[in-house]
């Protein structure tokens, strides 16, 4: 059997396979999690070997498929299960096979959309009707470790005014409500009454069972880049973690019947996550054409005007630009901190892939994503693009979406959570129920600053790996935004420093 090929830990903390020519698996070394907790292996070869993970295109030798079980895990009959199919999938070779644009880990083009939930059907459909499926575009990963830990913060303020609340309603013996603000995003009020008891019917954009903060899926329902990966290698390569689908969980060691036990160890899940997190932190490219640079400054205010900063909130402060690993709030089926003997931790101002989060005199750090990180409704009778789906997701409403991130909105086309709209103008356009006064408002700009808007929202982008500054010309050479609104002769030339966040860069 393929498994036997497994050799056991070497020194160094890693399992590998036997030597072998011919076909065998591409993955040959796996990483083994008590040796990264031990300092082992260093945080610089854990992005190696997570980056290898990433690209890899996996085989049979790998465990590639499940023909045992759904995308979901579920057990089913494995004869005359397709190996890949681009409905339910298994559909994809390799992580990178989707996101690799403009760099590995960004984001795909509408032939990489998936079919969400399609991959827990059985038997599999190959229809790409919207009674079976929701179709996504795929998005981005660089700066997802800033989002995660700014999405836990949330989740902390949230929960400790939950907390209170029902301490004050027990203490007081009366029913207390409280407004729900996290980082001064509002998710509307709970009420606590005497006896502990919780009234969340005026909770909004966020699940009101936990009020965790879910910042990944463009529905908001997964909590972390762990969890993203626990369940893309399961759902789209049929590639399983052992800290999901391994024995001690599942009573087998080859849970989806495919001949490989053990696809993907602990450590290779947390090399695969450190990798994801610390690629370089979306930035700004302001050429140094006078006309154009013009226009991006000018662009970035009026979009803070005319109210699309309402919800594409410009930035956010970490109070602690730390990132670690694993997330206390991880589900379970991924890795707890109680089950690990040390947690990895990274600064993310200082260490992964340039460009760095950015940091303040203070330890803090600003995160630019342009995202409240709470979900919306965008629709109304005239406009309803954004309602095509029928499928709910996790009690999501179908309605109902994450705020999309916009700070690599510049180099990640194409735009909606289907990708069906080809520029960003349309995907304003589509823009009805929360976002219809800023709609409106848009609109009814001229056309001089309508495009001033849309060169703004161009010049947000992931920027190429070892880019050195977050603002760069059109040759990746750092830019001042101050020093250029001066030349300009802009009025208010210090609010467009990126090191000052103001209301005028909202």
């Not at 409905?87 to 096979?97: I, K, L, V, Y």
């Not at 991959?119 to 700066?143: C, I, K, W, Y």
């Not at 009690?395 to 990708?419: C, I, M, Q, S």
């Not at 101050?482 to 990126?498: E, H, K, Q, S, V």
């Amino acid at each position: 059997m393929k498994a036997t090929l497994f050799l056991g830990l070497l020194s160094l903390g890693w399992v590998a396979f036997a030597q072998q020519i011919g076909d065998g698996p591409i993955v040959k070394e796996h990483l083994d999690q008590a040796a990264i907790e031990r300092g082992t292996i260093s945080f610089e070869d854990l992005l190696t070997a997570g980056e290898k993970l990433f690209v890899a295109k996996f085989n049979t030798y790998d465990g590639q498929g499940r023909p045992g079980t759904t995308g979901h895990g579920v057990s089913r009959d494995p004869e005359g299960v397709p190996r890949f199919v681009r409905t339910s999938s298994p559909e994809a070779n390799s992580c990178a096979g989707c996101h690799n644009d403009p760099f590995v880990g960004g984001a795909g083009d509408f032939v990489a959309n998936v079919f969400v939930l399609a991959q827990t059907l059985d038997p599999v459909t190959m229809s790409v009707a919207a009674d079976f499926s929701n179709e996504r575009n795929t998005l981005g990963m660089h700066g997802s470790g800033a989002i995660e830990m700014l999405a836990r913060e949330m989740t902390d303020e949230l929960i400790a005014i939950r907390d209170a609340a029902i301490q004050q309603a027990q203490d007081e013996g009366q029913t207390i409500s409280r407004a729900l603000f996290a980082k001064g995003i509002s998710f509307g009020t709970i009420r606590a009454a005497a006896d502990g008891s919780l009234d969340t019917s005026a909770v909004v954009g966020v699940d009101e069972a936990d009020l965790i903060i879910k910042p990944f899926h463009q529905k908001g329902v997964v909590t972390s880049v762990r969890q993203f990966s626990n369940n893309a290698f399961n759902h789209h390569h049929g590639m399983q973690s052992v800290e999901r689908f391994g024995v001690d969980r599942t009573g087998t060691d080859d849970f989806d019947g495919d001949g490989v036990k053990d696809e993907l160890t602990v450590g290779d899940i947390t090399a695969v996550t450190l990798w994801q997190t610390s690629l370089g932190v979306p930035g700004q490219v302001i050429p140094n054409d006078g006309t154009v640079a013009r226009a991006i400054l000018v662009g970035e205010r009026t979009f803070g005007n005319i109210g699309c900063a309402d919800c594409h909130t410009p930035y956010m402060t970490l109070n602690n630009p730390t990132f670690t690993e694993p997330n206390p709030y991880n589900p379970d089926g991924n890795l707890q901190p109680d089950q690990v003997s040390r947690s990895i931790e990274y600064d993310m101002t200082s260490q992964g892939d340039k460009p760095y989060l950015e940091s303040r005199y203070d330890g803090s750090a600003v995160v630019r994503a342009f995202t409240d990180l709470k979900r919306h409704n965008l629709c109304d009778a005239d406009y309803n693009h954004y309602c095509n789906e029928e499928l709910e997701q996790d009690g999501v409403a179908t309605e109902l979406f994450l705020t999309r991130k916009l700070w690599d909105v510049g180099n990640t086309a194409p735009y909606g959570h289907r990708g069906d709209l080809t520029t960003i103008t349309e995907a304003i356009s589509a823009h009805g129920g929360e976002g219809r006064a800023s709609r409106e408002a848009f609109f009814a700009l001229s056309d001089q600053s309508r495009a001033e808007v849309v060169e703004f929202l161009k010049s947000l982008q992931i920027l190429p790996p070892g880019t050195e500054s977050l603002v760069v010309d059109g040759e990746g050479t750092a830019k001042s935004k101050a020093a250029t609104a001066r030349a300009l002769g802009l009025p208010g030339t210090n609010d467009f420093d990126i090191k000052s966040p103001s209301r005028n860069w909202q």
